[in-house]
């Protein structure tokens, strides 16, 4: 299990203010996958030598899909670096920072924002049958774990959760995942990100016969 709370990369204030949205001061390296009630999804992408104006965040987990070396400034002027490994996910607290990717590697991360500021009751499962589940990074309001698919997993039609869950492939992936009745997604790249929301009725089965991992964050 891997808790960090790294100042560096998300710490200070709430999200207060539209201006320090970071999709709107700096939409070239901020682009929105998922936005609704429960969560807010980002990719971020920031090339070696690039930084990205001050902005904040609410509660969150980021899950980084290169290496990197970022430095964080903070709104009292001290900096903060910080070693990013791909594909292990870290929880952090709602803040404040501008950034720097100081490496030599581009940085490409999903960020899971979460809207809400308490956590629901909801109980987040530590395995499921066919998928073996190992947790990476915890908070208070959410869990991210690397999921690994079996051959033969699959979740029954009308199969539903008490939380919800953002799917991160980590690769190409034959993965049919149908939900509240729409057509599969059944072909997967590297980054791609579904949510499926607490209640909903949904189906998956691994179509490809081998394992399959993703990156999954349960929303409590």
């Given at each position: ?81 910080a070693a ?71 979740e ?19 993965i ?45």
């Amino acid at each position: 299990m891997k808790k960090i709370c790294l100042a560096a990369l998300i710490v200070g204030l709430p999200l207060a203010a539209s201006a320090q949205d970071p999709v709107k001061v700096d939409p070239g390296h901020y682009k929105v996958l998922v936005d609704n009630a429960s969560v807010r999804v980002l990719k971020v992408t920031v090339a070696a030598g690039e930084k990205t104006p001050t902005h904040a965040h609410p509660d969150g987990i980021i899950v980084p899909l290169t290496g990197a070396n970022a430095r964080f400034t903070l709104p009292d002027g001290k900096t903060r670096d910080a070693a990013m490994t791909s594909e292990t996910p870290i929880y952090d607290p709602a803040g404040t920072h501008a950034g720097a990717n100081v490496g030599t590697n581009q940085l490409e991360a999903i960020l899971v924002e979460i809207k809400s500021k308490t956590a629901a009751a909801a109980t987040l499962p530590t395995g499921r049958p066919g998928m073996a589940q190992t947790i990476l990074a915890e908070g208070p309001l959410a869990i991210a774990y690397r999921s690994t698919a079996a051959p033969d997993f699959q979740e029954a039609a009308g199969s539903t959760h008490d939380f919800d869950q953002v799917v991160i492939a980590l690769g190409p992936a034959d993965i049919a995942l149908s939900i509240d009745g729409k057509p599969a997604k059944s072909k997967w790249q590297r980054g791609e990100v579904q949510f499926v929301g607490r209640g909903v009725k949904h189906e998956s089965k691994n179509t490809g016969g081998k394992p399959v991992d993703f990156i999954i964050v349960g929303v409590k």
